[in-house]
């Protein structure tokens, strides 16, 4: 009778582990637990970097689809807000800059000048009659780019440059700033063969002058 009585313990142990057992292997996990797929997760939520994600801003991310906000800034959805980190101005919400991996509200240039009017022209020709520049934001390898600034105020006589930022990694590819030009209250322009320098992709192109930056805009440079 006592053996009996240990066997149906032992039995019943086992079950109950056993049942134990299930439940915590098949028990979903919630937002911001280790997961390795999404069916590890509870339901609404995704396997983003390794990591149950809502979506939601401060959740896990490997690319912006991964967001319910559509941006996706060192593995983390942000709402792209002012205040917000970025890597580049298609990292924050329109009409926000990306200054100092920053968020923030775009500075007017038009105290300075009217316009910028970004071209592609001919390698190794300045503008002229054989070679006019032709408004664009798309250029091969083989164009120069020509930076125009119309309209320039009188009192407008500080220091410029410009720098190309790679849209994916954040990195700045080129800068100018160790040949500033400098304004002296009348229109002027600057060209050089950057698209060759920078290669092929998808880039930021952001103007500064007297060290702040006060315009920025999308070039994409292909063979």
Request: aromatic share 10%.
């Amino acid at each position: 009778m006592k053996k009996i009585f240990i066997i149906v313990c032992i039995v019943v142990f086992l079950a109950i582990l056993g049942f134990g057992g299930r439940y915590f292997f098949l028990k979903k996990l919630p937002e911001g637990v280790v997961c390795k797929n999404a069916d590890s997760c509870e339901t609404g939520l995704k396997c983003a970097n390794k990591i149950c994600s809502s979506g939601d801003a401060g959740s896990s991310c490997e690319a912006k689809e991964d967001c319910k906000t559509n941006f996706c800034i060192t593995n983390k959805c942000t709402e792209g807000k002012k205040g917000d980190i970025c890597q580049t101005y298609r990292d924050c919400q329109e009409g926000l800059f990306c200054k100092e991996k920053i968020c923030v509200e775009p500075p007017s240039y038009s105290q300075y000048f009217n316009k910028i009017v970004i071209s592609k022209m001919k390698i190794g020709i300045p503008p002229g009659p054989n070679n006019i520049p032709v408004p664009t934001v798309e250029f091969k390898t083989t164009d120069a780019i020509e930076i125009d600034f119309v309209g320039v105020k009188p009192t407008t006589v500080g220091e410029f440059y410009y720098e190309v930022v790679d849209q994916v990694s954040g990195e700045v590819v080129f800068t100018s700033s160790g040949y500033k030009q400098k304004f002296e209250g009348r229109d002027m322009g600057t060209g050089s063969d950057l698209p060759r320098v920078v290669g092929k992709g998808k880039f930021d192109l952001n103007i500064f002058y007297n060290d702040e930056i006060i315009y920025t805009t999308t070039i994409e440079v292909a063979d």
